[in-house]
């Protein structure tokens, strides 16, 4: 949420009244922003840990009061005092909401801007542009200017990456303009910083001077945009002058003073829709200080090609007025309210939002439609539900009465998560440590590396790298990937990780709001164990633990082979499991001879034994897959007196297989919601 700083008398300057701090943070609650802080510039650098400034610095310092006001990410009329102060007006209803003028073009060479779009294209490829005439700046309109867009390009340019503003003394330079991209070599020109001393740079090493020199660490960010590039954008006059390097810096020439009259404003941009919203809110902001009022001159785009062929043109800024609607039984239902229709039109104008008016209803069950005029400082105004926020808003928060909902319904944990966090609080109780990994793996890591066939998974048509191919199956690879990770660890006396996450199976029969999504999640449990010894009873140890925590009971014939070591516990009726070894080649993720899988039996079965779940010891083949860095514990167990000769290859890496499945145990079971 961006933070806007302003000086409250100037604030209140605008706004043609005084309040008290209490009064005016609550008409900053009313119309939807927050006061954040109350400051001045001194108290600001007394507070500050990073900047230590002498007694007659700090006594230089303004203690003027200074209001930081939050304002919502997608209101960028709202990112300098003009757009705070014209919108409070309105929404106090001392003023209308302002109507934006495009003028006649009074000159035809200054209001051209051809883009030569065989070389633009390969950097920044869009320019949007226009002209404010007969603008009156003074001292603190010009540090508003320069402020509005600063935020911008914190903010809706993304640091200078989508979009670049460049602002100039029309008088200063000559029409046409060109905007156009060249070899740093090519460029030579006095950039801004560099004013006083009249020093010329060309591209590059204008880069390497905002690299290094201090006095321009605020650029620095900004010079990775372009540097590499070989080529990089510039906007010229008739008599090829430098106006802007975009997204670095302007020219000295053509630079904004406060006797300024004709301001050109160019806009550079890799897209055309931000570009066109900044554009709009630099001119709707400033355009009021212009002798006619919120009017502006545009600007004809023209790109040609090589051949010098115009092949595209538009006309900017385009300031448009669109227009939205939304049902008046919708704004009530989803507001809590009943507003009359009529009264909901004039609740508009305080947001800016009129003229509004209603239209004929579709059908009786949905009644009138308003129809609400966005102006072109809205462009947050994309759906009904943005429609019936702002009338929220006017109609004002505190006036919204509290009832009890006509429902009766009782908030609580879905079962299957509350089953999940008792599963957990057990686990870690029992010595190991939770973790979460990521949801995307390879299918390496899902499939082949666990020594399973690749069957269908949920793959990425567009993956960013190989790591990122399909949604996980199976929470096994993440965890012996942290493992991997963990190598420095020790071992001694075990190593256990757990993780209660959700996998995603395809399938064709799932169905959600009558869609076939054709995949669906489902939660599972998964725990290793690393140590010096086999850790098959550790992890035959968790299933008896998480089976009796849920209340299963064993089979008969499980207990007997137990001996004297079952206690018997409270169990739900019908509910049992039974441990069975498997097969040699039925899973190949386990060693052969030390792997089982879970079967449970319940009433949602009908009395048949179901796969919940399997454990064992890892196979060598899955550890080896896994970094040779992963082994380093291992071959330090391998007792070295077995280095001779005598002994060969093949039976070293035998026994190193030996070790190997005899340190890693792991277990994964399906969480069921029933138990």
């Known amino acids: 949420m961006p933070t806007v700083s302003v000086e409250r008398s100037a604030l209140f300057a605008h706004l043609g009244r005084t309040y008290t701090d209490e009064e005016f943070d609550e008409l900053c609650f009313e119309f939807g922003v927050e006061l954040d802080e109350i400051t001045s510039e ?64 009074s000159d035809e060479a200054s209001s051209t801007m051809t883009v030569i779009q065989s070389s633009t294209s390969t950097v ?68 801004l910083t560099h004013t006083d001393q009249g020093r010329e740079f060309d591209g590059a090493s204008l880069m390497e001077c905002y690299e290094t020199d201090a006095a321009c660490k605020h650029l620095k960010p900004y010079v990775p945009i372009i540097k590499n590039s070989p080529l990089y954008p510039v906007v010229l006059d008739s008599e ?18 406060l006797d300024t009259k004709n301001v050109f404003i160019e806009c550079t941009a890799t897209d055309l829709t931000k570009a066109n919203i900044v554009l709009d809110t630099v001119v709707a902001m400033f355009s009021e200080y212009s002798a006619n009022p919120f009017s502006v001159e545009p600007v004809t785009v023209n790109y040609v090609n090589e051949s010098q062929e115009v092949v595209d043109s538009y006309v900017s800024p385009q300031m448009f007025t669109r227009k939205e609607t939304a049902t008046v039984k ?66 004002g928060y505190n006036n919204i009465e509290r009832k009890v909902p006509q429902t009766c ?74 493992l991997q990770h963990n190598k420095s660890s020790s071992f001694t006396g075990g190593f256990k990780l757990f993780e209660i996450s959700d996998v995603v199976l395809p399938d ?15 939660r599972r449990a998964c725990a290793t164990y690393s140590g010096p010894t086999s850790g098959f009873e550790v992890i035959h140890g968790l299933v008896d633990r998480i089976m009796t925590l849920c209340e299963v009971s064993p089979e008969a014939d499980y207990v007997a082979s137990s001996g004297n070591a079952y206690k018997k516990v409270h169990c739900k009726e019908g509910w049992y499991y039974n441990i069975r070894e498997l097969k ?72 190193l297989s030996s070790v190997t499945a005899s340190i890693q145990a792991s277990l994964e079971v399906r969480v069921i919601p029933e138990i």
């Open 124 to 191: 920044r490829p869009f320019v949007v542009c226009a002209i404010l005439r007969d603008v009156t700046f003074d001292e603190a309109r010009y540090q508003s200017f320069i402020e509005l867009q600063d935020q911008l390009h914190r903010n809706l340019c993304r640091q200078r990456t989508l979009v670049a503003i460049g602002t100039h003394d029309l008088d200063s330079v000559k029409g046409p303009f060109t905007y156009d991209a060249r070899a740093p070599s090519d460029i030579k020109f006095v950039p």
């Open 584 to 655: 040699d080649g039925e899973v190949r993720t386990y060693f052969p001879g030390r792997a089982a899988e879970i079967l449970l039996t319940s009433p949602s079965t009908g009395g048949k034994q179901v796969v919940i779940g399997t454990f064992g010891i890892l196979h060598p083949d899955v550890l080896d897959s896994k970094s040779s860095d992963e082994l380093i514990v291992i071959y330090n167990t391998i007792p070295t007196a077995d280095s001779s000769a005598s002994s060969s290859t093949k039976e070293r890496e035998k026994y």
């Open 330 to 395: 919708f704004v009530n239902s989803l507001i809590g309210i009943n507003v009359e229709a009529e009264k909901m039109v004039q609740l508009c104008s305080k947001i800016q939002l009129g003229p509004a008016q209603l239209l004929p209803a579709t059908s009786e069950e949905e009644g009138p439609i308003l129809e609400v005029t966005v102006p072109p400082t809205r462009s947050d105004i994309l759906h009904a539900v943005d429609i019936a926020e702002d009338i929220g808003i006017a109609f």
């Open 240 to 257: 090829e002058t430098v106006m802007s390097l975009p997204p670095i810096i302007n020219g000295s020439k053509s630079r904004i003073t």
């Open 42 to 105: 001194k108290e600001e650098a007394t507070k500050s840990s990073t900047v230590k400034l002498s007694k007659e610095q700090l006594a230089s310092l303004s203690e003027e009061v200074i209001y930081k006001i939050d304002v919502p990410a997608n209101r960028y009329d709202l990112l300098c005092i003009e757009g705070i102060s014209r919108s409070l007006r309105v929404f106090l209803g001392d003023i209308d909401a302002p109507t934006y003028s495009i003028l006649p073009v």
């Open 508 to 522: 064709d029969k799932y169905v959600i709001t009558e869609t076939i999504v054709g995949a669906k999640n489902a």
């Open 409 to 482: 319904t009782v908030g609580g944990e879905q079962p299957l998560n509350q089953l999940s966090d008792l599963l957990r609080e057990e686990i870690a109780r029992a010595g190991y440590i939770e973790v979460l990994t990521h949801g995307l793996c390879s299918i390496n890591d899902n499939f082949t590396a666990l020594g399973k066939p690749i069957t269908a998974a949920v793959s990425l048509s567009n993956p960013a790298n190989i790591e990122y191919q399909v949604v996980r199956t199976t929470l096994l690879p993440g965890l012996l990937k942290t």
